[in-house]
């Protein structure tokens, strides 16, 4: 359980099933034809953030940004940041909203290397994907969250543990229907961002 005293935050966010709530309920209201695979996802970044960039080449994920942002269209209707952890501290910079507002590529590169030293590997924070994951669990059992069926997040639960907790892309319904085009930044430097 979490605990809020004044600024201060005692126990694990994950935990608290009003905040993850929270969290799930403003991308459910965006992103209606949200499936597990991207609540999974979703979580996943949340506790991860961008640490499997540790694990590849810099120069390759420099190129990957790059040549994505370049095939964007600028746009502004979309919000520029996208809040994916409880407590705020992992946000998804939207691609199309950034090129509307900076064509500075290398700062949100930088930015996001930056917040790959910061969460460390996927090990590091692992363990807080299963507590996660159960919140959501709890949330659909108890009918608060009714679009998903209980039953299939425990399947989808253990698929992620008997496959040692991977990353997976958005579902199909996600990519065709929303085209997602972003990179996740702590949300202490979005004040560098611009």
Request: charged share 25%; glycine share 4%; hydrophobic share 40%.
């Amino acid at each position: 359980m979490q605990v809020k005293l004044g600024r201060y935050q005692v126990g694990n966010a994950w935990k608290s099933q009003q905040d993850v709530f929270k969290l799930l309920v403003s991308h459910f209201r965006r992103y209606h034809l949200m499936e597990i695979q991207d609540v999974y996802k979703l979580i996943y970044q949340g506790v991860c953030g961008s640490a499997h960039i540790m694990q590849s080449q810099l120069a390759e994920f420099e190129a990957g940004l790059e040549e994505e942002f370049v095939s964007v269209e600028a746009n502004n209707s979309q919000p520029l940041w996208e809040s994916i952890h409880p407590e705020g501290k992992i946000v998804r910079v939207n691609l199309e909203a950034y090129k509307y507002q900076s064509q500075r590529i290398e700062r949100l590169s930088t930015l996001c290397v930056w917040t790959a030293e910061v969460c460390g590997l996927p090990e590091k924070n692992i363990e807080d994907v299963p507590i996660a994951l159960n919140t959501f669990y709890k949330l659909c059992k108890s009918r608060k969250i009714p679009k998903f069926d209980p039953l299939e997040i425990e399947k989808y639960q253990k698929w992620v543990v008997d496959n040692a907790f991977p990353v997976v892309h958005h579902s199909v319904v996600y990519q065709t229907t929303y085209h997602p085009h972003y990179r996740l930044v702590h949300r202490d430097f979005l004040s560098i961002l611009l």
